[in-house]
């Protein structure tokens, strides 16, 4: 197990260094880091004196070993336009993107999963269609509109739920909801599908010749092995629920990091768009690491690949 680990975590961070000089060419080359923090009506002088001012006339290697190492140290820089540390704005954006993001792949887990599973004890029954039903409607409903439907539904009318904000866990349920249900249809499709394949395995029918039916075979038998890709897809999901969450974030009007990319991107802010790149980029490293090393202890045979 600690040689597998090894492994996946040297792959991670050749990954994390792939990611991080992505993240970097990305926005230095598609934009003029001098011109964006002296404006777009700036005299060239202005500009060029910023561009020194930055050592932006630095050449591109200088200054991405630069910020890498500034990176590894935890100094993000300074943000061209709020004027303050890049690390105090994404600390405190955070937590509200966490929490949303929490929340919302635990709905996806306690939605998708019972009913990926009744759907595979039940094929082709009305379990089964109903739960394709739920799954292909969560897909086709984009999340903006199913965030103002329960907005109406269950803040206007009902005074259930707060409408906005990010205060209180009340705030969390209608956003947590409508964020964990686009990833429902990935989840309960994979959980079908594996446990249907677990289903006809060897080691089933062995179990339902010693006497195991209905729940008993399901979770001491068949979820083990189905789960497996299910973990690998909540950890995407999960990473994609922490860097895209903009919309969900927009909708309610949470101050999470969505927003912040957002007021980033319209201010011209290089430094901040680009630490929020590479965040979001190695939360997606991480969470794959994590979800390899649990696979591997769920399966010993994967350690060996």
């Known amino acids: 197990m600690l040689r597998f680990a090894i492994r996946r975590l040297l792959l991670a961070l050749a990954v994390g260094f792939t990611v991080s000089l992505a993240a970097f060419l990305a926005l230095q080359l598609a934009t003029d ?11 060239p002088a202005v500009v060029e004196q910023i561009r020194i001012e930055y050592g932006l006339d630095r050449p591109l290697v200088t200054q991405y070993v630069d910020w890498i190492g500034n990176v590894v140290q935890g100094n993000f820089g300074e943000s061209f336009y709020w004027h303050q540390s890049v690390a105090d704005l994404i600390l405190q954006a955070a937590p509200t993107t966490l ?3 929490t929340f919302s792949i635990l709905v996806t887990i306690l939605v998708a999963i019972p009913l990926g599973a009744l759907a595979a004890m039940r094929p082709n029954s009305w379990v089964d269609r109903l739960a394709l039903s739920v799954s292909v409607s969560a897909q086709a409903i984009p999340n903006f509109w199913l965030g103002l439907v329960v907005i109406v539904i269950f803040s206007v009318h009902l005074g259930w739920f707060p409408v906005a904000g990010d205060r209180t866990l009340a705030h969390f349920v209608l956003p947590a909801f409508v964020l ?15 446990l249907l394949e677990a289903f006809e395995a060897d080691y089933i029918r ?5 006497g195991f039916r209905g729940y008993p075979l399901l979770k001491k038998q068949a979820l083990r092995n189905a789960m ?3 973990i690998s897809v909540l950890a995407v999901q999960l990473g ?14 949470m101050r999470g990091l969505g927003r912040l990319a957002v007021d980033s991107i319209q201010g011209g802010d290089i430094p901040t768009v680009q630490m929020l790149v590479f965040v979001f980029a190695m ?15 769920i399966d010993p045979r994967l350690r060996l690949r």
């Open 33 to 43: 880091p001098a011109q964006a923090i002296a404006g777009e009506d700036a005299e």
């Open 99 to 101: 929490k949303l993001a």
């Open 180 to 194: 964990g249900m686009t990833s429902v249809p990935a989840v309960m499709r994979l959980t079908r599908a594996g």
């Open 206 to 210: 062995t179990a339902r010749a010693k």
């Open 228 to 230: 497996l890709p299910v």
């Open 240 to 253: 994609n629920k922490l860097g895209g969450a903009i919309i969900t974030e927009a909708v309610f009007s």
């Open 283 to 297: 939360t997606f490293v991480l969470l794959t690491f994590i979800a390899d090393l649990i696979n591997a202890w």
